[in-house]
């Protein structure tokens, strides 16, 4: 078991936990970032994720799940944090939490999403809000996806704004960034020439398919765009068809999330009817 440290300044070590807060570059660099809340940290550890760190409140009685949660991770590092501290890297004002994990990042490579006849992969494209990143991890779990993809400059899935979104879904369901479409289009081009049909499909109003009316059952990779300027003109251009969500009312179009959230339910509706 590893012994406890007491950290009650604000010293290197604090300053290093902050930056994995609120510093892409040095969470990437060190291959880790802070993860708050009970199912998140509870889902890292029931899906093996590497936890480096455990840091708990120097100043509360630890309850059987913080004890559960040390138990499981006997290889972590253990560190007694000030109630102040804890605060300050909890996110909340009201109140410091009893426990926060620092997890290692795993590898960004496309083969973490599994392929196969039901491969459903959902692509978000320079999306630039961490909480539609969180929350479309989400549903992708919720909904049977294969892994989702974030393509090109884009918000970062281990923002905690992004991991506190997923409610603890970035831990079950293979999540990858990669620089641009084309890593995504070569994946899918060595698979077809394996003898899998994969078809890539974008999202967007101006689609020339309603949703519901295309086949989602076999291998698909679903493609939404950014939040304000749509699917790329790469993407239009790697996609075997555009969809469209059918609206009515004054809405001319729908937040990323929710549409891509749309689209994964249809297809798990056609794939549960199949």
């Not at 012994?3 to 570059?25: D, E, G, P």
């Not at 909890?90 to 083969?111: C, F, H, R, T, Y």
């Not at 909480?131 to 049977?144: E, H, K, P, T, Y």
């Not at 394996?194 to 999202?203: D, F, H, T």
């Amino acid at each position: 078991m590893s012994r406890t440290l007491r950290i009650s300044t604000r010293n290197a070590t604090f300053q290093q936990w902050q930056a994995l807060l609120t510093n892409r570059t040095k969470r990437h660099r060190a291959g880790e970032f802070l993860v708050q809340g009970v199912r998140p940290i509870t889902l890292a550890l029931e899906h093996g994720w590497p936890v480096h760190a455990l840091l708990v409140d120097d100043h509360r009685r630890l309850s059987g799940w913080s004890r559960e949660m040390l138990d499981r991770a006997p290889g972590a590092a253990r560190f007694a944090v000030d109630a102040e501290l804890m605060r300050e890297l909890g996110g909340k004002d009201e109140e410091s939490p009893e426990l926060l994990a620092v997890v290692g990042m795993p590898a960004d490579d496309l083969s973490r999403i599994p392929a196969g006849p039901r491969m459903l992969t959902l692509v978000f494209d320079r999306p630039t809000t961490p909480a539609n990143v969180g929350a479309l991890i989400r549903s992708a779990d919720a909904f049977g996806a294969s892994g989702l993809v974030v393509t090109g400059h884009a918000a970062d899935p281990y923002d905690p704004k992004a991991v506190r979104a997923s409610t603890g879904s970035l831990f079950a369901l293979p999540v990858v960034q990669v620089a641009s479409h084309r890593e995504v289009v070569d994946e899918v081009i060595t698979l077809r020439r394996g003898g899998l049909p994969v078809e890539i499909l974008g999202s967007d109003e101006a689609g020339e398919v309603d949703l519901a009316d295309h086949d989602l059952t076999g291998p698909k990779v679903i493609v939404v765009g950014n939040e304000t300027r749509g699917l790329s003109g790469a993407w239009r251009a790697a996609c075997d068809r555009i969809l469209r969500i059918p609206m009515t009312g004054a809405a001319s179009s729908l937040n990323a999330a929710a549409a891509g959230s749309i689209v994964l339910y249809e297809a798990a509706r056609q794939r549960k009817s199949r």
